[in-house]
Antibody, heavy 120, light 108 residues
Framework: QVLLVQSGTEVKKPGASVKVSCKASGYTFTGHHIYWVRQAPGQGLEWVGWINPYSRDTNYAQRFQGRVTLTRDTSISTAYMELSRLTYDDAAVYYC?????????????WGQGTLVTVSS | SYVLTQPPSVSVAPGQTARITCGGNNIGRENVHWYRQKPGQAPVLVVYEDSGRPSGIPERFSGSNSGNTATLTISRVEAGDEADFYCQVWHSSSDHLVFGGGTKLTVL
């Protein structure tokens, strides 16, 4: 079955960077875009960006441009999200999600989420 | 930027029909997707491309989209349907993915 398993909770200081991983299994990793979505405590969902694991093409939400980098390692079917220059506003649960069909821009499987805490 | 507007909350009695709206400029021209999220869990797709239903989602869940409003309809609401619901589109003009602010469904 399809699974997306994310790395564990992170605690970072303001100004630091965080890198979250998302390991895929149960399907061809290069066949589906991976999206990243975050959710601040008590708030709604916010899109961060996507990566095409086949081509390495990326697309970032404008508000994260210059601070976020999405990468992947096809040898271990893992996608990564790195967010730099963290502020308290970046504290959130970060999810990876699989695009269901090419170009569909909707998600049929999600990771369990990774809590990122920003604290001095 | 493109904005999707959802009511913060909707309340309905068990067995009744819940309708959750998602407003956006000419949203009828976009493909709208809906997710259900229960506390402490990741979102789950319940409707895709306006009215498609993923496998495993009950027929009680349906969607429509026209003009400036998309609607998620949940028939014969059950206590277990209590959750937050989010609409989502890919706004091609801005090349951005957008979520609505979310609606908390309460079953009375």
């Amino acid at each position: 079955q399809v699974l997306l398993v994310q790395s564990g909770t992170e605690v970072k200081k303001p100004g630091a960077s965080v890198k979250v991983s998302c390991k895929a299994s149960g399907y061809t990793f290069t066949g589906h875009h991976i999206y990243w979505v975050r959710q601040a405590p008590g708030q709604g969902l916010e899109w961060v960006g996507w990566i095409n694991p086949y081509s390495r093409d990326t697309n970032y939400a404008q508000r994260f441009q210059g601070r976020v980098t999405l990468t992947r390692d096809t040898s271990i079917s893992t996608a990564y999200m790195e967010l730099s220059r963290l502020t308290y506003d970046d504290a959130a649960v970060y999810y990876c999600a699989r695009e269901a069909v090419a170009g569909g821009n909707f998600f049929d499987y999600w990771g369990q989420g990774t809590l990122v805490t920003v604290s001095s | 930027s493109y904005v999707l507007t959802q009511p913060p909350s909707v309340s309905v009695a068990p067995g009744q029909t819940a309708r959750i709206t998602c407003g956006g400029n000419n949203i009828g021209r976009e493909n709208v997707h809906w997710y259900r999220q229960k506390p402490g869990q990741a979102p789950v797709l319940v409707v895709y491309e306006d009215s498609g239903r993923p496998s495993g989602i009950p027929e009680r869940f349906s969607g429509s989209n026209s003009g400036n409003t998309a609607t998620l309809t949940i028939s014969r609401v059950e206590a277990g349907d209590e959750a937050d619901f989010y609409c989502q589109v890919w706004h091609s003009s801005s090349d951005h993915l957008v979520f609505g602010g979310g609606t908390k469904l309460t079953v009375l």
